[in-house]
Nanobody, 111 residues
């Protein structure tokens, strides 16, 4: 079965950086499009960005220039590098492939 496991979350101060990882199993990773979503308390889950199998990317406007999605097909892992983090980036972050979701990981941006 398909499994997606996020890691790398935590607490960071405004202006800081974090890198999230999403390690996948049970799918043809190198040919899969992979996405990041997030859900803040009391809000709907929202799209953050996507990386295609040809490594093209697309991002939510509010994270453009601050967040970068990459992938390492040899490790079956996708990354989300988050720089210049803001309190409004606080959320549970999820990775997604097709209809499959990870369990989510908390990112908290606070001083």
């Amino acid at each position: 079965q398909v499994q997606l496991v996020e890691s790398g979350g935590g607490l960071v101060q405004p202006g800081g950086s974090l890198r999230l990882s999403c390690t996948a199993s049970g799918l043809s990773f190198s040919s899969a499009a992979l996405s990041w979503y997030r859900q803040a308390p009391g809000k709907q889950r929202e799209y953050v960005g996507v990386i295609g199998h040809l490594v093209t990317t697309n991002y939510l406007d509010s994270v453009k220039g601050r967040f970068t999605i990459s992938r390492d097909n040899a490790k079956n892992t996708m990354y989300l590098q988050m720089n210049d983090l803001k309190p409004e980036d606080t959320a549970v972050y999820y990775c997604k492939s097709s209809n499959f979701w990870g369990q989510g990981i908390q990112v908290t941006v606070s001083s």
